[in-house]
C-alpha cells in the first residue's frame, strides 16, 4: 500500500429490495442492483442495513457480507461500454473506495471504517447478474479479461460506516498476497509451487478460492 494515500469511503450502496428481472426467458430475483444513501448504515455479520440478497450460498455470506470496487475503475469502464458515467454501485458494490485497489488490499488485511472492523477475504467473481444489469452479453469476459474483480470483506466488528469515511488499514496480513495476485493464479496465469502452497495456507481465504488454487499448473520456471 501507499503510505501517504489517504483511503476513504465514496459511496455506501445498498440494494434496500429485491428486484423481479427478466433474463433469457426466466424471471430472476436479484439484489444486484444498489443505490448509494446519504447516511450511516449499521454493519451486520452478514452484511449492510438495507441490502439484500436473493442466495447468500453464491452472493453474501460471512466471507462476501460487504463488497467493495475501487472507484478508480468507473472511467475505464464507461470508456469501454461507451455508456457516459456510471452511477456509484454500478457493480453490485457496498462500498465505492478512493484510493484503494486490488493491487493494494491483502487476503487478510484489516479494515477500519467508521466503528466497524472488515476483514479482506477474496476477489469477487463474476458472474450472470452482470449481464442483467448491463444487459451485454459480453460483460462477464470483459469483467474477467479486464482483471479489475473488487473485493470481499468479512465483518470482525459489527459497527456503522457511511460515505466520506476514511479507510484505515489496521493490520496488514504478513503474508502480502494481494487480491490481484489470487485473481491473476486463479485464472491460470501461472504460479510456482512456493506461491501456491503460500496461497493456500491463507487462513482468510475462502475454501472455494483455495481449490481453484490447488488446481492450477505450476510454473517449474517461475
Known amino acids: 500500500m501507499h503510505a501517504s494515500s489517504q ?10 429490495a429485491l428486484r423481479d ?12 442492483f444498489k443505490q448509494p ?38 472511467a475505464g469502464w464507461e470508456v469501454l461500454l461507451g455508456s457516459g458515467p456510471l452511477p456509484a454501485g454500478s ?9 484503494l485497489t486490488e493491487e493494494d488490499v491483502c487476503i487478510g488485511d484489516v479494515l477500519r471504517i467508521g466503528s466497524a472492523l472488515l476483514q479482506v477475504t ?4 463474476p458472474c450472470y447478474k452482470l449481464q442483467i444489469k448491463f444487459q451485454r452479453p459480453d460483460i462477464v469476459a470483459l469483467f474477467v479479461r479486464r482483471g479489475l474483480p473488487g473485493w470481499y470483506a468479512s465483518v470482525l466488528r459489527e459497527g456503522s460506516l457511511g460515505p466520506g469515511d476514511v479507510i484505515e488499514v489496521v493490520s496488514r496480513a504478513p503474508e502480502r498476497i ?38 492450477l499448473p505450476i510454473n517449474e520456471f517461475a
Open 122 to 125: 477474496q476477489p469477487r467473481s
Open 37 to 74: 444513501v446519504g447516511t450511516n448504515v449499521s454493519v451486520y455479520r452478514l452484511g449492510l442495513e438495507g441490502d439484500v440478497q436473493a442466495d447468500r450460498t453464491v452472493h453474501g455470506g460471512a466471507d462476501k457480507a460487504v463488497y467493495f470496487y475501487p472507484h478508480e475503475h468507473y
Open 91 to 99: 457493480f453490485g458494490e457496498n462500498i465505492t473506495t478512493n484510493g
Open 178 to 215: 494481494s487480491v490481484a495476485d489470487i485473481w491473476k493464479y486463479s485464472f491460470g496465469m501461472g504460479t510456482d509451487a512456493d506461491m501456491q502452497r503460500q496461497m493456500m495456507e491463507l487462513t482468510a481465504l475462502p475454501m472455494f478460492w483455495k481449490r481453484r488454487i490447488a488446481q
Open 21 to 32: 428481472v427478466e433474463f433469457a426467458g426466466q424471471t430472476i430475483r436479484t439484489g444486484y
Open 7 to 16: 483511503y476513504d469511503v465514496q459511496s455506501v450502496n445498498v440494494s434496500g
